[in-house]
């Protein structure tokens, strides 16, 4: 028998990692961390509030976060766990926002900041619980030069379709850089080096020199571009590697690009920039605020904003190729995300030959609560190989109390309403799988750590 148990929880946030001891515990100062990035991320993560998030910044730090440089910030970084917690803050934040926006009208620069943080960790902005954000970011263009690149960068980087007009929007601007700030110019340009990744548009690479070599102009002599942030932009669109990485394939292109990129070099200092930012720093590892902090440690990573859209996501192993795209983060279950599963084999035949068993039995088993006001258990009988997705429609089938809904989507189902109980996500009120070695307890509910991982994880584990 392999039971598995739902349990509906009334807190999203299992009480073990609502401890401020918890999850702060491997942050504690190294003395070997001492980067100016792993002195700004230690910080980051110590800003983090008891419901996961970062007040108004959540998206920006979350985006940081997921791009900064793994090699060197591994032990300072959240675990997975503690991302996937800190991502569904992100969804029910994107939720709210959704909900209010009759009354408080959702602004393009955050909205632009929201489909980032989700391109950024493998998420489809175009597809957030049946919502398309930037066909919501396009449908009103912004009239403010700056928000309007910044809207059409968090665009592009999810792989939409930008218009010739906006396009052209960009040109202008990168075309009359006098007449702009620089970090409306920094943003414009990083938004047409998105844009030229696309096959299509890598003509457009000619365009982005003269732009870029006025932005470099720009600098001044303490190595700043007038203020924290726009240095910290500014050396995100100045990067070498990045230049060459943009152009794609073509090698002519390619070549064109390394030849600008090195004449770019020659018009400022990115030593004397990065100097300046570094001299900016908190002693406590801060650069002001959350916010500011997150664009810092985007500019001195080796990833920044240009890099969201090449983001390494949807790689899975041959076994499970067809099951999911873009998943990066292995999801949990506090939520209700499914994978199609059909990595049960391992689990159920690790003592028997294959020839041996061909079904397994699971037992099934739906608590209501955190007190449990309703508890009602099924066995069921199916072939291995089985996804637990099919164990729950075999159930339905044989008994109405455990009926459920859910919304398809490319890496699974989501499930939002089981037992007649629906999610309401801005309580907090969720629904949670745990894989058990044995038919639960009432008196003893399951620990949390046995909340059921799903997806790439879960292929691999059962």
């Known amino acids: 028998h392999n039971p598995d148990s739902f349990r509906s929880r009334h807190h999203g946030i299992p009480e073990d990692l609502n401890d401020d001891s918890h999850y702060h515990h491997h942050h504690h100062r190294d003395p070997k961390y001492d980067t100016s990035v792993q002195r700004a991320l230690s910080w980051l993560v110590t800003q983090r509030e008891t419901n996961w998030g970062w007040r108004n910044d959540t998206p920006k730090v979350l985006t940081a976060l997921?791009?900064?440089?793994?090699?060197?910030?591994?032990?300072?970084?959240?675990?997975?766990?503690?991302?996937?917690?800190s991502f569904k803050q992100l969804e029910v934040e994107i939720v709210v926002l959704l909900w209010r926006h009759h009354e408080v009208p959702i602004t393009p620069p955050k909205l632009a900041q929201y489909c980032l943080a989700l391109s950024a960790m493998c998420y489809d902005p175009r597809q957030f619980h049946g919502h398309d954000l930037i066909g919501t970011l396009q449908h009103h263009e912004p009239v403010h030069d700056l928000e309007f690149a910044y809207a059409t960068l968090a665009a592009?980087?999810?792989?939409?379709?930008?218009?010739?007009?906006?396009?052209?929007?960009?040109?202008?601007?990168?075309?009359?850089?006098?007449?702009?700030?620089?970090?409306?110019?920094?943003?414009?340009?990083?938004?047409?080096?998105?844009?030229?990744?696309?096959?299509?548009?890598?003509?457009?690479?000619?365009?982005?020199?003269?732009?870029?070599?006025?932005?470099?102009?720009?600098?001044?002599?303490d190595g700043g571009f007038g203020n924290l942030y726009n240095t910290a932009l500014t050396l995100q669109v100045s990067r070498l590697k990045g230049a060459v990485r943009y152009t794609g394939v073509n090698a002519r292109c390619c070549s064109q690009a390394l030849q600008d990129a090195n004449e770019i070099n020659n018009h400022w200092?990115?030593?004397?920039?990065?100097?300046?930012?570094?001299s900016k720093q908190d002693p406590d590892g801060a650069f002001t605020d959350p916010n500011l902090t997150a664009e810092v440690v985007l500019a001195l990573s080796e990833r920044g904003l240009g890099y969201?859209?090449?983001?390494?996501?949807?790689?899975?192993?041959?076994?499970?190729?067809?099951?999911?795209?873009?998943?990066?983060?292995?999801?949990?279950?506090?939520?209700?995300?499914?994978?199609?599963?059909?990595?049960?084999t391992k689990s159920f035949s690790s003592h028997y030959n294959d020839?041996?068993?061909?079904?397994?039995?699971?037992?099934?088993?739906?608590?209501?609560?955190?007190?449990?006001?309703e508890n009602v258990t099924i066995s069921v009988t199916a072939p291995r190989n089985t996804s637990f997705y099919n164990i729950m429609q075999m159930a339905m089938e044989m008994d109405p109390?455990?009926?459920?809904?859910?919304?398809?989507?490319?890496?699974?189902?989501?499930?939002?309403?089981?037992?007649?109980?629906?999610?309401e996500p801005m309580g907090y009120h969720?629904?949670?799988?745990?894989?058990?070695?044995?038919?639960?307890?009432?008196?003893?509910?399951?620990?949390?750590?046995?909340?059921?991982?799903?997806g790439k994880k879960f292929l691999r584990d059962l």
Request: charged share 20%; proline share 6%; glycine share 4%.
């Open 308 to 344: 969201v859209r090449n983001s390494n996501c949807g790689k899975f192993d041959s076994d499970y190729e067809n099951h999911g795209t873009r998943l990066g983060l292995e999801d949990l279950t506090i939520g209700l995300y499914f994978m199609e599963i059909d990595g049960l």
């Open 156 to 221: 592009c980087s999810a792989r939409a379709h930008v218009r010739k007009k906006q396009i052209r929007r960009l040109l202008d601007i990168a075309n009359t850089a006098k007449d702009h700030n620089i970090d409306t110019v920094a943003m414009t340009i990083l938004a047409l080096r998105c844009i030229v990744t696309d096959h299509r548009h890598r003509n457009l690479q000619h365009s982005l020199r003269r732009p870029s070599i006025n932005l470099a102009r720009q600098q001044q002599p």
């Open 355 to 373: 020839s041996e068993i061909r079904n397994v039995t699971i037992t099934y088993t739906l608590w209501v609560g955190s007190n449990i006001t």
């Open 269 to 278: 200092n990115r030593t004397a920039a990065r100097s300046y930012i570094e």
């Open 66 to 85: 997921q791009l900064a440089p793994q090699e060197e910030t591994a032990a300072l970084l959240p675990t997975q766990l503690e991302m996937q917690l």
């Open 430 to 454: 969720y629904w949670l799988l745990y894989r058990l070695p044995e038919i639960p307890d009432p008196l003893a509910p399951p620990a949390n750590q046995l909340v059921a991982p799903v």
């Open 401 to 423: 109390r455990f009926s459920f809904e859910a919304s398809e989507w490319p890496n699974g189902h989501y499930v939002h309403t089981l037992a007649g109980y629906k999610e």
